[in-house]
């Protein structure tokens, strides 16, 4: 009997180190999902709207497929930072939604992403966000006080980091995670899971630098981030701000609050960005 319980306690203990070390060797493809619908099955003109396809060059040398979305009379920019799986056409319905607002759009996928070159990587992403604010505020010329960051899930990291490098219109981050090491140990408690993430994406630290307007979205039903990440960076977050409770999971909040969300998102970047 003890011979079979310590064959046991190996074997159990064997399987622990096992997936740490699975866990902390191939982060990156927990992280990352550009696999999930790399075809772009659909265009903002067929969707009524005037668009610009684009090919931003990273310094690194990496081509990002991008669309400028244009709109008449336009109120400012959002430069749309998209989550971790699928491609810019995946978000028609938000780059819609910000244009009948009255504001352009620039949104791009990440290296490695639908039609973009290379791998992702966390240094890589911060580089190709950078890219496309550069393409804004030096190519077209855009003040950036007339620039709002959109960031959604892993794209609130980026455009939190970028806000804090540069002074944006507007922050507005949407179920967005305050670090991967929290997440991690969120989804993995059973794991010293801080210790084996590599990636750190640090939303809360970035948010804690930056000056700019900032308007958080999460919901309670969140099944993939935590409600308690939403807050917590509402708290980092020095003002002025505002905060949107949501409906629904992860993926679906702003289809089950999508009336009281454009209300609330249109108010904001109303009173921060753009004319009167």
């Known amino acids: 009997m003890r011979t079979m319980l310590i064959s046991l306690l190996t074997t159990l203990g064997l399987a622990y ?10 982060q990156e493809r927990l992280a990352y999902y550009p696999e999930i619908g790399r075809e772009i099955h659909s265009t903002p003109r067929k969707h009524g709207m005037d668009y610009e396809p684009l090919t931003l060059a990273t310094p690194d040398g990496e081509t990002l497929d991008a669309w400028f979305v244009p709109a008449p ?3 400012g920019v959002v430069l749309f930072l ?3 799986a699928g491609n810019l056409s995946h978000r028609m319905d938000s780059i819609a939604m910000f244009h009948r607002l009255g504001y352009a759009v620039l949104i791009f996928d990440y290296r490695g992403y ?3 070159s290379g791998k992702p990587s966390e240094a890589g992403l911060h ?9 804004l505020a030096d190519t077209r010329g855009i003040a950036p006080d007339d620039i709002i960051l959109f960031g959604e899930s892993l794209g609130g990291a980026l455009a939190a980091h970028l806000a804090a490098r540069q002074r944006p219109g507007a922050l507005v981050l949407a179920s967005v995670f305050t670090s991967v090491p929290d997440l991690a140990a969120d989804l993995y408690p059973w ?3 801080r210790w084996l993430a590599r990636l750190r994406y640090d939303t809360r630290a970035a948010l804690a630098r930056t000056d700019c307007p900032v308007l958080v979205a999460h919901s309670p039903d969140d099944e993939i981030i ?6 917590a960076l509402f708290a980092a977050a020095p003002g002025p701000k505002a905060f949107l409770a949501l409906a629904g999971g992860h993926n679906d909040g702003f289809v089950f609050m999508r009336d009281e969300w454009i209300e ?8 921060h960005v753009g004319p009167g």
């Open 17 to 26: 180190v096992g997936f740490a070390a699975l866990l902390f060797l191939f």
């Open 73 to 75: 009379r336009a109120r």
């Open 82 to 84: 998209h989550g971790n």
């Open 114 to 116: 639908g039609r973009s």
């Open 127 to 135: 580089r190709d966000a950078e890219t496309a604010w550069a393409y």
């Open 191 to 193: 794991l010293p899971a």
């Open 226 to 231: 935590p409600y308690r990440h939403g807050q």
């Open 264 to 271: 609330t998102l249109a108010g904001f970047l109303r009173q």
